[in-house]
T-cell receptor
Framework: AQRVTQPEKLLSVFKGAPVELKCNYSYSGSPELFWYVQYSRQRLQLLLRHISRESIKGFTADLNKGETSFHLKKPFAQEEDSAMYYCALSRMDSSYKLIFGSGTRLLVRP | DTGVSQDPRHKITKRGQNVTFRCDPISEHNRLYWYRQTLGQGPEFLTYFQNEAQLEKSRLLSDRFSAERPKGSFSTLEIQRTEQGDSAMYLC???????????FGQGTRLTVV
């Protein structure tokens, strides 16, 4: 069965510190991996997807198929990065539905 | 706001009552998804439409749940004989096509008392 695991419920760092939000997945095929973010009182929105291989707001994520991981990283956290982050995978089948992890709350302290 | 809109934003209902939620996707998006999110969890897939056809339903979608997208535009999700376990945030998302970016609505928070 497909599953996405985010082991940390809460990650608290100081402004300017590096951030790494962990995500591991289980899937027998080749999924597409995503990071979604939800800022306070806002809707869920796509942050980045692995096939784009881009950096958004300073965040990057590399798909490691050997370790089945897709960790989200940022070298210097900003207070405005405080939000709920969800890792998700899609099987790239006809539905392209998303399977989400349980989320990690990132708190960046001044 | 030209994004995905959901109505109502909040719904409190007594156990046993029926409720209906509406989702208006982004215009011209032919894919529409419903997800459910409970406290402390990520969204879980419920069902999806391509145009007016409902092509997949999760096992989470019991017989008390029904979704429609009659003209391939807006969609409704109805829950009959609500139970306390139905209390959750119900999210709608739409995308232009397969593999395209999904845009989420702000959700409808259902509380069953």
């Amino acid at each position: 069965a497909q599953r996405v695991t985010q082991p940390e419920k809460l990650l608290s760092v100081f402004k300017g510190a590096p951030v790494e939000l962990k995500c591991n997945y289980s899937y027998s095929g080749s999924p597409e991996l995503f990071w979604y973010v939800q800022y306070s009182r806002q809707r869920l929105q796509l942050l980045l997807r692995h096939i784009s291989r881009e950096s958004i707001k300073g965040f990057t994520a590399d798909l490691n198929k050997g370790e089945t991981s897709f960790h989200l990283k940022k070298p210097f956290a900003q207070e405005e990065d405080s939000a709920m982050y969800y890792c998700a995978l899609s099987r790239m089948d006809s539905s392209y539905k998303l399977i989400f992890g349980s989320g990690t709350r990132l708190l960046v302290r001044p | 706001d030209t994004g995905v809109s959901q109505d109502p934003r909040h719904k409190i209902t007594k156990r046993g009552q029926n409720v209906t939620f509406r989702c208006d996707p982004i215009s011209e998006h032919n894919r529409l998804y419903w997800y459910r999110q409970t406290l402390g969890q990520g969204p879980e897939f419920l069902t999806y439409f391509q145009n007016e056809a409902q092509l997949e339903k999760s096992r989470l979608l019991s017989d008390r749940f029904s979704a429609e997208r009659p003209k391939g535009s807006f969609s409704t999700l109805e829950i009959q004989r609500t139970e306390q376990g139905d209390s959750a945030m119900y999210l709608c998302a739409s995308s232009l096509g397969r593999g395209d970016k999904a845009f989420f609505g702000q959700g409808t928070r259902l509380t069953v008392v």
